[in-house]
Structures are given as structure tokens and as C-alpha cells.
């Protein structure tokens, strides 16, 4: 069985506060994936990495940064939270093995910030 | 640009009261589109991946179709376990394994 977990279930911090969000996986997938949901919105991705030291941006990458320094460890960063930056923050991995491989996901870490 | 769009909202059955949820998209090229069910303050549960137009999967009570435009997830006697959010989401040619998401189905089914 695929295992993704997440640091937190539940964050509250301050407007500019420094929050780092981990994220590891059991599988030894190449893929990580970080997305934020937001009712209305959906799933938007915000970073993602192919292999080690290696990221892309997604969609809304603002105000957001990560880091992979091993494989199955994937961290997102809010350098200075925002209020804005409240919401549903979901990590997933998946192989690199071919096309259309299926993402799994973590239980999600729900960040306030005020 | 790639888009998935999904029917109803939300919808309310009675235990036993089949019916279909729709996930239409737009894309450049398609090369897989996936169902994920998530439960209130978790995250998605992989459900189905269909890759091909006229290709169908089951699970229980639960089937995913594809056409060229849509995919529907066909809901059979529903139970109130299956009350969740359905999520479509495709991958598209050249993206490299990103994946786009529709805003969901909230499904409540009543005894």
C-alpha cells in the first residue's frame, strides 16, 4: 500500500511567520506534488519534483517555495505567511514509470493563518 | 487551455436512487483522466484511471466510462457510506505527470 504522510493535521500561525509543511513518501516515487484546495477552487498545484534537488513551478507558485533533499521527502515553505495563504494544503506522489501514472495522496494539513 | 468541469455540484440521493456524476474537459490531448472520492478534512482516495475513449472500470457499487468529452462515474443503489466528494482530474500530453483537477461532485445519499 502506497503511504504519503504529512507533518500536520492541523497548523495555526501568524501573519509572517516562517511554516515549513513536510511531506514523505513509502514507495519510492520520483514524482512529489504539492496542491492547495480551496472550496470553489479545486485543486491547484503549487510545486513539483521529478527527482532530488529537482522542481517545477505549477500554477501558483507565489509566495511559496520547496525543497527535496531526499527522495522520499518533499517540503513546502511559506517564507511569510499570509492570510491568504489559508487553506487546504494537499501532498501526493506518484512513479515515473509511464504515462498516467495515478497520484496518491497524504491526508492534507489544513494551515490558518492570522 | 485545459479544462474539466464537473456536474452536478452537489447532489442528494436517497439510499437505492442510482444515478451519474459528469466530468466534461477540454484538452489539448488527453492521456489519462482519473476519480478520486475525498472525505470531509482528508485527502483524495484514487478511485479509477480510464485512458481510452469506449473504456469502462467498476468497483462495487461505483463505474467509470469515457467518451472523446467526458467521463461519467454511474452510482448503483448508493449507500450512505458512499456520501463523499467525487474529483475528476486529467493528465494531459506534454504536461509530464500534472495532473488538472474539475471542482468536484458533493454527493450526500440519505437513508
Known amino acids: 500500500d502506497v503511504k504519503v504522510t504529512q507533518s500536520s493535521r492541523y497548523l495555526v500561525k501568524r501573519t509572517g511567520e516562517k511554516v515549513f509543511l513536510e511531506c514523505v513518501q513509502d514507495?519510492?516515487?520520483?514524482?512529489m506534488f504539492w496542491y492547495r484546495q480551496d472550496p470553489g477552487l479545486g485543486l491547484r498545484l503549487i510545486y513539483f519534483?521529478?527527482?532530488?534537488?529537482?522542481?517545477e513551478k505549477g500554477d501558483i507558485p507565489e509566495g511559496y517555495s520547496v525543497s527535496r533533499e531526499k527522495k522520499e521527502r518533499f517540503s513546502l515553505i511559506l517564507e511569510s505567511a499570509s492570510t491568504n495563504q489559508t487553506s487546504m494544503y494537499l501532498c501526493?506522489?506518484?512513479?515515473?514509470?509511464?504515462?498516467?501514472?495515478?497520484?496518491?495522496f497524504g491526508p492534507g494539513t489544513r494551515l490558518l493563518v492570522l | 487551455e485545459d479544462q474539466v468541469t464537473q456536474s452536478p455540484e452537489a447532489l442528494r440521493l436517497q439510499e437505492g436512487e442510482s444515478s451519474s456524476l459528469n466530468c466534461s474537459y477540454t484538452v489539448s490531448g488527453l492521456r489519462g483522466l482519473f476519480w478520486y472520492r475525498q472525505d470531509p478534512g482528508k485527502g483524495p482516495e484514487f478511485l479509477f484511471t480510464l485512458y481510452s475513449a469506449g473504456e469502462e472500470k467498476e468497483k462495487e457499487r461505483l463505474k467509470a466510462t469515457l467518451t472523446k468529452k467526458e467521463s461519467f462515474l454511474h452510482i448503483t443503489a448508493p449507500k450512505p457510506e458512499d456520501s463523499a466528494t467525487y474529483l475528476c482530474?486529467?493528465?494531459?500530453?506534454?504536461?509530464?505527470?500534472?495532473?488538472?483537477f474539475g471542482t468536484g461532485t458533493r454527493l450526500q445519499v440519505t437513508l
Open positions: 514507495m519510492d516515487h520520483e514524482n
Open positions: 482530474a486529467v493528465e494531459v500530453i506534454g504536461t509530464a505527470s500534472k495532473l488538472t
Open positions: 519534483s521529478y527527482d532530488v534537488k529537482m522542481k
Open positions: 501526493a506522489s506518484s512513479s515515473l514509470a509511464g504515462a498516467g501514472e495515478t497520484q496518491y
